[in-house]
């Protein structure tokens, strides 16, 4: 397909990335796109060669058949959506973590951890230099970082938690969604006990490495983007130098406006605004645990689901610590982040009840109160997932790899295949969809051209991170904006100045140390 459309397989995601960032209408811009893409599959017509041996012609034509063919093509195409097992428990996820939200406000668990934190802060209150601001950024910074387990889990923890501190501090919602975007991926890269480093080493595996994990280790040292990324956040908030699109931000929400004029939170304001029940008294305890159990049960999810394969690649007489460790790593993130979402919901059931904050019925009703404010992110999740669907048909990430492949040299390798990385991820919105389609090419492509295969994959890790980070497609871009209530675009484009001067420093570093 990708020889076949040439430049158009990039067509779809460029119209839906520029549409959503020109029109602020994300859920328009990612449906248009999906649709000029079948339109496009649908208008490929392959003629046979005349003569036996000579290449069939494909000839292009778009007409009415093509439109209405596009037209179904998009429905079935968000139909299919769910046909993979792995999207079906992501935008389970997502919707079971409104209940978890609900429970946690009404329960006066948020309302325990506000107070909580306020009276740590309160040392600081008398001081003119703004040091609260800058303790509870590096609270949220650290609590994203902490929780590497799950990039998902990790964002929506951090915005959930310090949305209502950051409101009432005078600290923009898209701070909130910068901080909690880069503290996530890079944290789930680079400690990569989780979804993450099963998915990775499932792609070194392939490659023939003997030994994937100790590759992925190995190569972690490399992986500058997501390092700087990393601790970038933490140097911005010490030094207090915003700039660009954030710098106004900042200055707006001081004035009391955490929200831009016009925008539009991705999450519904019914579910941010939910107030402790009448006559529960604050409690920091009704959202820690909800929140421990979750955090806990993730790795141990991970090493339930890969334990049998784990046990077979390390034979009967391997120990239960080597076999967990493997497992972790063999492990299916999308169960084990919906399993863990839902033992939390069902353990704050029962905590409550205990505490005679909530019956079974009111418990039940909020669960369903919390899954119908997240539909909006139900449905982006779903249009996230289908346009990287179409991307993976058209094979756009292929194409652009393909062209890339005539400008590497040795001394290059590392930095071209970040440079294509970033690219193939901005526009298709997939981290892991990316690495999928450059590990299989930059590996041996860095073993044939005698480059460092370390820091090719590092490359390609840490190039899908920035991509994923710059795209307003990607699903973690979007979460981090639903956690944080912030307009998506508004998120985008504050964050973008910040990823693309980590990118910078990354592509320099590749550039410097391949020519060294």
Request: with cysteine; hydrophobic share 55%.
């Amino acid at each position: 397909m990708a020889e076949t459309l040439g430049i158009l397989t990039l067509l779809p995601p460029l119209v839906a990335i520029i549409l959503a960032i020109a029109t602020r209408q994300v859920f328009i811009s990612l449906i248009v796109g999906i649709f000029i893409g079948y339109v496009i599959m649908a208008g490929v017509e392959i003629i046979p060669a005349s003569i036996p041996g000579e290449l069939d012609d494909v000839v292009l034509t778009f007409g009415p058949s093509s439109l209405w063919l596009g037209f179904l093509d998009t429905m079935q195409g968000l139909v299919d959506v769910f046909a993979d097992a792995g999207n079906t428990r992501t935008i389970m996820f997502c919707a079971l973590v409104g209940a978890l939200i609900v429970f946690m406000q009404r329960s006066g668990g948020v309302a325990g951890f506000i107070a909580f934190v306020e009276r740590k802060l309160k040392k600081y209150e008398g001081r003119q230099d703004g040091s609260g601001r800058v303790v509870v950024q590096l609270l949220a910074w650290l609590t994203g970082a902490l929780i590497f387990v799950e990039s998902s889990i990790s964002v929506l923890t951090v915005g959930t938690l310090y949305r209502p501190i950051f409101d009432k501090m005078g600290i923009s919602r898209e701070k909130l969604a910068y901080i909690a975007d880069s503290s996530s991926a890079p944290s789930s890269i680079l400690i990569p006990f989780n979804g993450w480093g099963a998915f990775i080493m499932t792609l070194l595996a392939a490659e023939g490495f003997a030994d994937p994990f100790s590759t992925m280790i190995r190569a972690l040292g490399y992986n500058f983007y997501a390092i700087i990324a990393l601790l970038l956040v933490p140097l911005i908030i010490l030094l207090k130098r915003d700039f660009g699109p954030m710098k106004k931000a900042e200055a707006r929400a001081q004035g009391g406006q955490v929200l831009s004029e016009g925008a539009t939170p991705v999450v519904d304001t019914e579910l941010t605004d939910i107030a402790a029940k009448e006559g529960v008294k604050p409690n920091l305890w009704n959202m820690v645990l909800p929140i421990v159990v979750m955090v806990l049960a993730m790795p141990l999810m991970l090493a339930y689901t890969g334990w049998g394969d784990a046990r077979e690649v390390l034979g009967a007489a391997a120990g239960a610590g080597d076999v967990f460790m493997l497992a972790i790593g063999k492990g299916s993130g999308s169960t084990s982040v919906l399993v863990s979402v839902t033992l939390s919901i069902l353990v704050s059931i029962v905590f409550y009840k205990a505490q005679g904050i909530f019956g079974i019925r009111e418990s039940v009703d909020l669960v369903l109160k919390g899954i119908a404010g997240l539909v909006p992110l139900a449905l982006l999740m779903l249009l996230a997932f289908a346009i990287g669907s179409l991307c993976k048909q058209l094979e756009t990430g292929i194409y652009v790899a393909d062209v890339a492949k005539g400008f590497l040299s040795p001394a290059l390798v590392p930095f071209l295949v970040f440079v294509v990385t970033c690219f193939i991820a901005f526009s298709t919105g997939s981290s892991w969809g990316t690495f999928a389609i450059m590990i299989p090419i930059a590996v041996p492509m860095a073993t044939q051209m005698d480059a460092n295969v370390l820091m090719a994959i590092a490359a390609t890790l840490g190039g899908g991170v920035f991509g994923d980070h710059c795209s307003p497609i990607s699903d973690t871009t979007i979460l981090s904006s639903m956690a944080s209530a912030t307009d998506h675009v508004d998120h985008v484009k504050t964050q973008l100045p910040y990823a693309g001067i980590a990118g910078g420093l990354a592509g320099l570093a590749y550039l410097v140390l391949g020519l060294v």
